[in-house]
């Protein structure tokens, strides 16, 4: 039996760790950096340095890394030794201050977006302090932030922490207004709940398109798929349930709150949630949580799919995003509570976060649009693309009365006053889990639900701590210059549902007729596609919100509107070259060989029996050699869509013609092959079926 809280966080230099290894004076200096974002002084560093590197030796550590979050979406490490050669030929293991707060990898190949010229190709990391450094692999890492010489981000974490000062700065001028003294600062929390699918090794490695892609760009639909939901809360296949004990315990070690497991609504597919905690820490979390869920399904001779959409036809994986606003002590302030005064200050960040979607939905789109994510959004297994809110009925009805000034009758009728009278309770759990919502109230947080698998959680988070943050700054704009702040204060929370109601919406998302209402009657953005939504990124008002509130330049901006294109473009293009190999090399000469065997067959049964029946032979080698024909015509298609990407300069133009032609031509091809799969001989056909991926874990 493990022990758990004896493994928890064996492998982290945390905060217990820490202050058993750490001089007194050393440790509280290292504190107050973490707290308020200091850098540390350099003979700080030098004592921490130390003793890290003592504590990661004595744990089997040879090598340190800065552990960054590049605009790839993957983490990047580069491994230096710990060891100093000595005069007389031996080697100390060594490590500074120097080295622990800031690196300097040759960073000219990360994808900066033309922001770094080649003249300074060179980034540094820098040391986030307020993320503790862990072992992995043998390696101590160091989870850093990745900058240009500039100083501008190059990292999805540099503007992450950005945005959480932002929203601190703002919030804490809320409280104060609110006469909460005693509270220092105020963070976003986020508890991710990561999908993934699990297949066989051996079945994956015979995919190029798994290998090369991620996700299968052929395949015919198997007899049987998820119609019979016996797959959602199952009992556990004992391989999937050993996998799943050695994942749990491996994160456990590296200190992070792997919570509940189960399988998910496809077959092959399961989920693994976390305790929730600060966000910057939950997205380093959640990072770790993809890299090790691959590493160790290998060691069970597994393979982890992490893709939006591996399998069409079958539901994708998403990754929850629930996320709250919380004081440095941990007080949730998306808590609705039980005096008037607490109600009132819970109405009011309600409200920031109401205000914040509907005038940012088209940044909140973007920050989970991906050529993968483009396979799940809309259609009807996750969120729409619309970006609306779900309140529940309860809330609803609440925020109904405060916008008429009218009386809400439950559980006797109250003239709701703010800060006068106490909400009426309602119960969490009618907060109902309405699944086709994109951005879901709770109970005492949002659930964001329309990322993608494989995304990093750093950029909705960045987009809602920003927005959330831009509208705590409006708020408190005017309740700054009150009179009378009870009254003043109802005003602002009545006239925010007044304009911002449109985006609540408790209704089915994925009905045609709502869509319409959302769309033409309320004016809600449907932004389908990556290509679609991409541009908005560029608006001048998002400009001016993350320039107000210091988390993006406009050259930063501008920098990963050209990553992100570019990116998409990239994964598709990967993609169709995937697709032309397979068919050209393998699906063609397949088929071809069967149609053989189907003509051999005929010839000896004719010679064997002139009065034979050889229909079926005729009738399967004619349907295929028209399919196989079809094929070829598809590949010419597909290959001259590729050749005529050549000619469009543009970069979004670029992607669109990706988006147009290319991924259409690829659909095309596949059909022509999916059905012709259904009619060759399994022991011609190159690859695993969709059945023997989906149900290859016993
Ligand atoms: P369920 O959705 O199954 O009812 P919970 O609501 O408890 O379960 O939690 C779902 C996810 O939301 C978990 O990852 C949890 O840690 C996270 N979560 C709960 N409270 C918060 C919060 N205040 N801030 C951010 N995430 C939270
Ligand atoms: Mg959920």
């Not at 966000?279 to 939006?308: F, P, S, Y």
């Not at 619309?386 to 009805?397: A, K, M, R, T, V």
């Not at 909705?460 to 700054?480: C, G, K, Q, W």
């Not at 059905?675 to 056909?685: C, L, Q, R």
Request: aromatic share 8%; charged share 25%.
């Amino acid at each position: 039996m493990t022990n758990v809280p004896e493994i928890f966080g064996c492998l982290v230099f945390n905060d217990t760790t820490m202050k058993a290894r750490l001089p007194k004076e050393t440790y509280k200096a290292m504190k107050t950096a973490a707290q308020i974002g200091k850098r540390l002084d350099i003979n700080v560093a030098n004592v921490v340095a130390n003793a890290m590197k003592d504590w990661a030796v004595e744990n089997g550590a040879t090598h340190f890394t800065h552990w960054f979050q590049p605009m790839t979406g993957i983490t990047a490490e580069k491994h230096d030794s710990f060891i100093s050669p000595t005069d007389d030929g031996n080697v100390i293991m060594e490590f500074s201050g120097k080295e622990l707060v800031r690196g300097e990898p040759d960073a000219s190949s990360f994808p900066s977006g033309g922001l770094r010229a080649t003249f300074e190709a060179r980034g540094y990391t820098a040391w986030d302090p307020t993320s503790y450094a862990f072992i992995k692999d043998g390696t101590l890492c160091i989870p850093t932030a990745f900058c240009s010489y500039g100083g501008e981000a190059l990292d999805k974490k540099t503007p992450l922490l950005r945005s959480m000062e932002a929203i601190n700065r703002q919030a804490m001028r809320i409280l104060k207004l609110f006469g909460n003294t005693e509270v220092h600062s105020v963070k976003t929390t986020v508890g991710p709940e990561q999908e993934y699918f699990l297949i066989d090794k051996e079945v994956y490695d015979k995919r190029p398109d798994l290998i090369y892609t991620g996700r299968t760009l052929f395949g015919a639909k198997p007899p049987k798929g998820q119609e019979l939901d016996d797959h959602y809360f199952g009992s556990l296949k004992p391989r999937v349930a050993a996998f799943m004990r050695d994942l749990d315990e491996e994160l456990w070690k590296l200190g992070i709150y792997a919570k509940t497991k189960h399988n998910e609504v496809a077959p092959a597919q399961h989920e693994l949630a976390p305790i929730f905690t600060t966000t910057n820490i939950a997205t380093d979390h959640n990072q770790l949580t993809m890299e090790v869920m691959k590493k160790i399904a290998q060691r069970h001779g597994l393979v982890c799919l992490l893709h939006e959409k591996p399998f069409a036809g079958v539901n994708g994986s998403g990754k929850h995003n629930n996320w709250s606003i919380s004081t440095g002590s941990g007080v949730n302030l998306l808590e609705p509570g039980d005096t008037p005064h607490e109600n009132a200050q819970f109405l009011l960040f309600l409200c920031a976060v109401i205000k914040a979607v509907d005038e940012y939905q088209d940044l909140l789109r973007i920050s989970v649009a991906s050529a993968g994510n483009d396979h799940r959004l809309g259609a009807n297994e996750a969120p729409p693309a619309i970006i609306s809110i779900f309140l529940g009925d309860e809330l609803n009805d609440i925020l109904k009365a405060i916008e008429n000034d009218a009386s809400y009758d439950a559980p006797e009728k109250v003239q709701m006053k703010i800060g006068v009278h106490v909400l009426p309770r309602f119960p969490k759990d009618t907060t109902d889990r309405n699944r086709t919502s994109a951005f879901a109230f709770t109970g005492n947080k949002f659930e964001f639900r329309s990322l993608g698998s494989s995304a990093s959680v750093a950029g909705p988070n960045i987009v809602l701590n920003t927005a959330v943050a831009e509208s705590l700054r409006e708020f408190a704009d005017v309740l700054e210059q009150a009179d009378c702040f009870t009254s003043t204060l109802h005003d602002l929370i009545r006239d925010t549902i007044r304009k911002h109601k449109r985006i609540i919406f408790n209704g089915n998302g994925y009905d045609e007729n709502n869509i319409r209402e959302l769309t033409e009657g309320r004016g809600l953005l449907n932004l389908r596609s990556t290509t679609d939504c991409l541009p908005y990124f560029l608006h001048e008002k998002n400009i001016k919100l993350f320039s107000r509130h210091g988390v993006f330049t406009e050259s930063e901006m501008r920098s990963r509107y050209e990553i992100l294109l570019e990116n998409y473009s990239k994964v598709i293009h990967i993609e169709a070259l995937t697709m032309l190999d397979m068919a050209k090399r393998d699906i063609l000469p397949a088929i071809t060989a069967y149609v053989k065997e189907l003509c051999e067959s005929a010839l000896a049964k004719r010679n064997f029996l002139a009065a034979a029946d050889c229909s079926f032979e005729e009738k399967t080698v004619n349907q295929l050699s028209g399919l196989t024909a079809c094929i070829a015509e598809k590949i010419e298609a597909l290959d001259s869509a590729l050749i005529g990407v050549k000619s469009v300069t543009d970069i979004l133009d670029e992607a669109v013609y990706y988006k147009d032609r290319v991924f259409t031509a690829m659909n095309e091809l596949r059909a022509v092959v999916d059905e012709s799969e259904v009619m060759t001989s399994s022991k011609y056909w190159p690859y695993p079926t969709y059945g023997e991926l989906l149900f290859s874990v016993k």
